[in-house]
């Protein structure tokens, strides 16, 4: 699986995790983490972009 994918995946987990849990903070922490995932893949997926040209 290529990295941007799997750090994708990542993030759709922490939204789930965040969605069901009780606590606010960790819901809250999980969100954030998820966003911070989803920008690295985006980081990445421009890298390999880059190198292509």
Known sequence: ???????????ATAE???????????AGQMTSLAR???TQAEIIKKQKKKKKK
Do not use: L
């Open 36 to 38: 911070a995932f989803r």
């Open 16 to 26: 789930r995790v965040a969605a069901r849990t009780a606590d606010v903070v960790v």
């Open 1 to 11: 699986m290529k990295m941007a994918k799997a750090i994708r995946q990542q993030a």
